[in-house]
C-alpha cells in the first residue's frame, strides 16, 4: 500500500515537472520570437529616420546595423551595446568600436550557443554584408579566424579601412560558462587589403578584454 502511494506521488511529481518545464520552454521561445518581431519593427522605425529606436519602452539597446552571411543563411539585427542583457536578444555592438561599417575596427559579439554558433562553420572569403543605419550596405569578406586569450590580444588600430571583428567565446561545445579564450572571426571590407589585425603582445593599446563583455 505504502509502495503503491510512493508511486503514485513520484509519478504526480515528475508530470507536474515535465509540464512547467514543457510550459517553461514554449514561455521562452515565445517570448524570444515575440522580441524578434519587435527587433524587426524597431529596424524599420530606425530606417526610417528615428533614432535609438528601442524595440520594448524598457529595453536599454537599439538596432544600430543588420548583418547577412548568405552562405549560411544568416540574417542578424544587431544591437547597441554588448552587455548580458542586450546579448540574450542578439548581437552587440561595443561602443568603444567604430560603428558597423565605418572606417575601423568594430567589435560585435554574440553568445556561443545562439545568435554566434555561426561563426564556427564561416570559411575564409565568405561574404558578410552590413546594412547601415544610414540604408547603405557595405560588403566584407572573412579574412581571417584565430583562438586567442583575451588577457594577452590587443587589437592594432586601424584607420583607413572599416573592418569587422566578431567574437564569441571559445570552445563551441564547453559546458562551462565564459573562460580566458575567445573565437574571433575578422572581415575587411570588400577591395581592402591589410595585414595582421590581432597581436598577442602587451603594449600601449587596449587589451580585447577591455573591448569586449564576454
Known amino acids: 500500500m505504502y509502495q503503491a502511494k510512493f508511486k503514485f506521488f513520484t509519478l504526480c511529481i515528475l508530470l507536474l515537472s ?19 518581431v519587435l527587433l524587426e519593427q524597431a ?23 543588420r548583418m547577412r552571411v548568405p552562405r549560411l543563411d544568416i540574417d542578424l539585427i544587431i544591437l547597441a551595446g ?15 568600436s567604430a560603428d558597423p561599417g565605418q572606417t ?43 583562438i586567442v586569450n583575451m588577457q594577452n590580444t590587443i587589437l592594432v588600430p586601424e584607420e583607413n579601412a572599416a573592418l ?22 575578422s572581415a575587411i571590407e570588400q577591395n581592402e587589403r591589410r595585414g595582421p589585425l590581432f597581436k598577442t603582445e602587451i603594449s600601449h593599446t587596449r587589451p580585447l578584454s577591455n573591448t569586449s563583455v564576454f
Open 104 to 146: 575601423g575596427n568594430s567589435l560585435i559579439s554574440a553568445h556561443r550557443d545562439t545568435h554566434f554558433e555561426f561563426l564556427q562553420h564561416l570559411n575564409d572569403g565568405d561574404s558578410i554584408y552590413i546594412d547601415t543605419r544610414s540604408q547603405l550596405n557595405k560588403h566584407f569578406k572573412v579574412s581571417s579566424s584565430q
Open 18 to 36: 515535465g509540464l512547467w518545464f514543457t510550459g517553461n520552454g514554449i514561455y521562452i521561445q515565445a517570448k524570444a520570437m515575440l522580441a524578434q
Open 82 to 96: 554588448d552587455s548580458g542583457r542586450t546579448l540574450a536578444f542578439g548581437p552587440g555592438h561595443n561602443f568603444a
Open 43 to 65: 529596424w524599420k522605425n530606425t530606417l526610417s529616420g528615428e533614432i535609438k529606436s528601442k524595440p520594448w519602452p524598457w529595453a536599454d539597446t537599439w538596432p544600430v546595423a
Open 164 to 185: 569587422l571583428h566578431l567574437v564569441t567565446c571559445y570552445p563551441f561545445d564547453s559546458l562551462l560558462p565564459g573562460g580566458e579564450q575567445r573565437f574571433i572571426v
